[in-house]
């Protein structure tokens, strides 16, 4: 039986949000694609991190901040944190387990080819390691 990889579950074509582009605008976007996270990319189109429908709220509104004059890229923590479109299922979740991370964007090379959600990872995992994934990401 074959591994199943990051490329199996993902959801393809993930889109960038600028990282000079505003909070704002990433609420937007977040919205016309229904979704809660956006890789941010910033020159060349490489990827500098992810924002979260809950980082506009946590890090912008609730500090008061205009979404309109706060840029994507300076909401980017760190490195980013990827996985690999050909990574298996138990290196998901020990990228997602170690990072305490629920969506991870998918790389091929150096071109992101998707986003891998919490919800993915534990579809494609054995019941009990679901249970594991989703109680390692809950605690604090």
């Known amino acids: 039986m074959a591994t199943t990889t990051a490329r199996d579950i993902m959801t393809g074509g993930a889109q960038c949000v600028q990282a000079h582009e505003s909070a704002f605008d990433a609420a937007r ?7 809660g996270a956006l890789p941010i990319c910033g020159e060349n189109n490489r990827l500098v991190g992810v924002i979260t429908d809950r980082d506009i709220v946590v890090r912008v509104l609730g500090k008061g901040l205009a979404p309109a004059e706060v840029e994507t890229g300076t909401l980017a923590q760190g490195e980013a944190v990827t996985i690999g479109a050909d990574d298996g299922v138990d290196e998901i979740f020990a990228t ?3 990072h305490k ?6 790389i091929d090379g150096t071109d992101l080819v998707g986003m891998v959600a919490l919800a993915d990872a534990a579809r494609a995992l054995d019941t009990p390691d679901a249970g594991r994934l989703v109680a390692a990401l809950s605690t604090d």
């Open 101 to 106: 991370v629920r969506r991870l964007p998918v």
């Open 29 to 35: 976007k977040l919205t016309e694609l229904q979704v």
């Open 96 to 98: 997602m387990t170690q």
